[in-house]
């Protein structure tokens, strides 16, 4: 520290308590030395500070510094003085170079104790060894140990020691005194933060001084802050988004700095924080306004929303909330009145098309009943006319300039950020409607398809998920009923979320229940998110009866607002035991069919055949030579039905092994 290595008592090579007598004896001594460039040494020169480089000029301005009470006083609270029997003995051990013991010893009479005749001076020394250390927490038991000998009844025997008996001194003063030394040494070498921790071993009488002088600079600050950007506001309205986020940036460390300090019930905080929430919101509320009038392409009614969110976070009274709240509440208004107006625009044109559709129908069916010749059956409607001019009853042309009026991709983006999902949902079933019956529908289609590419501001983060089966079964066909998913998830913000759920099965189709799922999905979930939520978890989809899953990949993709946020894959196939079964019921089956069959049977009758031929008459054979011909066909067929008997029997063995093994894996299953 820089009070202590160039301390004009350490200079002038003596302790801060030493009579008048000695220090003009030393004074004499070092000024005669640095005359003739003698190196000086003194028995204070402790080896912990390092070297010093005494000079003429330094040596003068040392001894010039403690010529006066006050700066005696000033100047020894930053160095060692020698008063008592421990503070000899230490002294004593730091010239030696032994600085634990001397450490040990100041210690011992301090810790846990209050200052008192004998130890005051030891409070000063500990401190100021402290002080010199580059450990905070050493820094701040430093520290309290000079704040608690100055406030201590003690103090005036530490004054006395170095400075006159007639010398009286105002202890507050004296500590403001040492802590606005300290704070300048702490300047560049700490943040305000880490600063104020250094003090926090204070009492309150140090906490508020402190206070007080870490809020006078962040208070000005922020109010030339606030000053600068009024002035840039009303002068050019077209940049007061930029100059409301600038202001925020350029202030927030020092609001952050008065809400520790002060507490969010100071009124000195609240006054500040409400002043610099109203700049930032008037910000967003003329530069909302600036850019409707000039038509301005920039999306300022997100960019007004969120200087307004900034203001209601700082606002600190209950006047400046509501009013942020309100201006919210106002630019929420305006963002959904683009939804409100598309939802207006598609349902006039169904409304339109229904009553045109039901007139048209009504008047077929008058002319059904009233005209003879379609009653006699002379004449019939042309139902497919009827249908077209249904279709074309409406002037699809006009529709789809009203749509790119309406709907541009700047409002679809707006839409899209709407927190009112009541509102998209009919605003994304109007819109199908429309595609689905309109006879020009390719700008109806585009609008769907840039929304549905439009991704959702969502309220959380999925970290991860899982698939649900009932009662936590294996994903085998025998075990499934219904089969659900769970969403692991970290929750920025609480909202209201509607999911929409699409079950793709192993065909690539949407599995959906006519009568109760949504258009184009499964099923739908409406879900409420709060800080607390760690998962999302949506109820199964199947029969209660039966799996009606087939075998196979499926997955089950998750959307939000028409956007495809998260997909899962599964599989699902026969348990274990099913399988098995399925063996062994064609393994028996190939058994009964090896059973059944007749091994060699054609070349056994091909034999029985070429025996029938021998058997006959034939001219120029005798009849010795016919029975040879005959025994050696028998020996044949005898062969072919014996091996036919091995063979068939051999197969039946092994099959029957194989049913039995897989039998004895079918008792063992788990499945």
């Known amino acids: 520290m820089e009070l202590i290595q160039n301390n004009p008592y350490r200079i002038a090579g003596i302790l801060s308590n030493a009579t008048e007598r000695e220090l003009q004896k030393q004074k004499t001594k070092i000024k005669a030395y640095t005359k003739v460039g003698k190196e000086i040494k003194s028995d204070f020169d402790f080896q912990f500070l390092g070297n010093i480089d005494r000079t003429e000029e330094s040596v003068n301005k040392a001894f010039s510094n403690v010529e006066q009470n006050q700066d005696k006083v000033n100047y020894a609270l930053f ?21 634990e013991k001397a450490l040990e010893i100041w210690e011992k009479v301090t810790n846990d104790k209050d200052v008192n005749s004998k130890n005051f001076s030891a409070f000063n020394n500990l401190g100021t060894y402290k002080l010199l250390s580059r450990d905070k927490l050493d820094i701040k038991k430093g520290i309290e140990a000079k704040i608690k000998l100055i406030e201590s009844d003690y103090f005036e ?8 008996e007639t010398y009286t001194i105002d202890n507050q003063k004296q500590s403001e005194k040492l802590i606005d030394e300290l704070l300048t040494q702490f300047k560049n070498q700490y943040s305000s933060s880490e600063t104020l921790q250094l003090f926090s071993g204070c009492n309150g009488t140090t906490q508020r001084y402190l206070s007080k002088k870490f809020t006078e600079e962040p208070l000005h600050k922020i109010e030339s802050q606030i000053e600068s950007c009024k002035k840039k506001r009303k002068a050019d309205k077209s940049r007061a988004y930029e100059f409301g986020l600038k202001l925020f940036t350029n202030t927030k460390d020092d609001l952050s700095l008065l809400k520790s300090l002060l507490g969010t019930s100071d009124l000195k905080y609240k006054a500040v924080a409400d002043q610099l929430a109203n700049e930032i919101m008037q910000c967003g509320i003329d530069y909302f306004n600036e850019s409707q009038e000039n038509d301005s392409s920039d999306d300022s009614l997100k960019q007004a929303q969120e200087l307004n969110e900034t203001a209601l976070s700082i606002a600190a009274g209950k ?11 106002t630019l929420e208004e305006m963002r959904d009145r683009e939804v409100a107006q598309a939802i207006a625009l598609l349902q006039s044109v169904k409304d339109a098309y229904e009553t045109n559709e039901q007139k048209i129908r009504q008047q077929v069916k008058d002319l059904k009943e009233s005209d003879p010749l379609i009653k006699l059956g002379h004449r019939t409607i042309n139902q497919s006319a009827v249908e077209d001019n249904i279709k074309n009853s409406i002037d699809w042309g006009k529709v789809n300039e009203l749509l790119k009026e309406i709907l541009p991709d700047e409002s679809l983006e707006r839409i899209k950020a709407s927190t009112k999902n009541e509102l998209k949902s009919e605003f994304t079933e109007l819109a199908n409607w429309l595609k689905e019956y309109s006879q020009s529908n390719s700008v ?34 025998k075990y499934i009923r219904y089969i659900g998913l769970k969403v692991n998830v970290e929750v920025l913000q609480e909202s209201t979320v509607t999911f929409y ?8 189709k949407v599995d959906r229940n006519k009568k109760s799922s949504p258009n184009g999905y499964t099923r739908l979930d409406t879900k409420n998110l709060n800080k607390n939520s760690r998962t999302i978890s949506f109820a199964g989809w199947g029969n209660a009866d039966e799996c009606t899953y087939d075998i196979g990949e499926h997955r089950i993709e998750v959307y939000v607002d028409e956007y495809l946020i998260h997909t899962k894959k599964y599989k699902v196939d026969l348990a274990p035991s099913e399988k098995l079964e399925k063996e062994i019921a064609s393994a028996e089956k190939k058994l009964r069919e090896i059973n059944q069959t007749d091994y060699y049977e054609s070349e056994i009758r091909s034999a029985k055949n070429e025996m029938s031929e021998i058997q006959k008459f034939k001219l120029f054979r005798g009849s010795s030579e016919k029975q040879s011909q005959i025994q050696a066909q028998q020996a044949k ?10 063979e068939k029997k051999k197969d039946v063995r092994t099959q029957e092994e194989k049913i039995y093994k897989l039998k004895m894996e079918l008792s063992v299953a788990k499945y």
């Open 157 to 164: 025997s530490f004054v006395h020691s170095v400075a006159d």
């Open 79 to 99: 160095w060692f003085l020698n008063v008592s029997p421990f503070d000899n003995t230490a002294i004593e051990y730091l010239k030696n170079g032994d600085e």
């Open 444 to 477: 109806i289609s585009r609008i769907i398809d840039k929304y549905k590419r439009i991704p959702p501001k969502l309220s959380f983060k999925i970290v991860s998920s899982e698939i649900t089966n009932t009662d936590s079964k294996p994903l085998y066909t």
């Open 319 to 329: 006047l400046t909330r509501d009013r942020a709240k309100d201006s919210l509440a």
């Open 501 to 508: 759920l699409k079950y793709i099965n192993p065909k690539g």
């Open 637 to 646: 067929i005898d062969k072919l039905i014996q091996q036919a008997k091995e």
